[in-house]
């Protein structure tokens, strides 16, 4: 199965400024979805944009999917020390009727230094 | 109600034991998923359950046993474990996998420690 890859893995900013991670993946997908996890806690589900769409905005988080190029980008602006989480990519791949399967890219680590 | 509960939060046990994990959603959804997550790196997807039924499986090693026994519960039945099965276990449910319900909902994990 593929798996996203992002990069920057790790990445230090301070309050107030912009995030922004990238994603790329291997074969087709149905859509693309942006998680995050607490240090050692579950996952988070942030915000999902399908093969069809380009961008996407959920409050502070701003989405793209470049289908052509097999890559997305998540963007967090205003960063908040609240925002220092660990964020994967998941691609989702459907098997068949009530199944899929979502794989998950290497994470970044993000800091919000207050 | 769109919490995804595990138990225990922290379970240490040994190569001979025999422990169960428990998750349980009350969303309504119908597939269920068990993830492992070793420290630094993303989740490994395991089994999946669709409708109570097993309909994917990893190529998990059978010291791992899943198990639904209704909509709403999913056990992970675990035996003569290895050092290296230690790792974060993260139980999740979407809907019935319709094409605009593939969100899925994580519980907190249970962090499992084999001595």
């Known amino acids: 199965s593929q798996q996203g890859e992002e990069d920057p893995q790790a990445l230090s900013i301070q309050e107030g400024e912009n995030a922004t991670m990238n994603c790329s993946y291997k074969?087709?997908?149905?859509?693309l979805q942006w998680y995050r996890q607490n240090s050692g806690r579950g996952l988070v589900h942030l915000i999902l944009?399908?093969?069809?769409?380009r961008e996407k905005h959920s409050g502070r988080l701003r989405v793209t999917l470049d289908t052509s190029k097999k890559s997305s980008s998540l963007l967090i602006t205003a960063s908040r020390a609240a925002d220092t989480a660990s964020y994967f990519c998941?691609?989702?791949?459907?098997?068949?009727?009530?199944?899929?399967?979502?794989?998950f890219g290497k994470g970044n680590q993000v800091v919000v230094i207050p | 109600d769109t919490e995804v509960t595990q138990t225990p939060k922290h379970l240490v046990m040994g190569m001979t034991n025999k422990k169960s994990l428990k998750c349980e959603q009350h969303?309504?959804?119908?597939?269920m998923y068990w993830y492992k997550q070793k420290a630094k790196k993303p989740p490994e997807l395991m089994f999946v359950?669709?409708?109570?039924?097993?309909?994917i499986n990893e190529s998990v090693p059978s010291r791992f046993s899943p198990e639904c026994p209704n909509s709403s519960l999913l056990n992970l039945h675990l035996h003569a474990l290895q050092p290296e099965d230690s790792a974060l276990y993260l139980c999740?449910?979407?809907?019935?996998?319709?094409?605009?319900?593939?969100?899925?909902?994580f519980g907190p994990g249970t962090r499992l420690t084999v001595l």
């Open positions: 999740a449910s979407s809907q019935d996998g319709g094409p605009f319900t593939d969100t899925q909902y």
């Open positions: 944009i399908r093969s069809n769409e």
């Open positions: 359950y669709s409708y109570e039924k097993l309909s």
């Open positions: 998941a691609t989702t791949t459907r098997l068949n009727y009530g199944n899929n399967r979502l794989a």
């Open positions: 074969t087709s997908i149905n859509n």
């Open positions: 969303m309504g959804h119908r597939a």
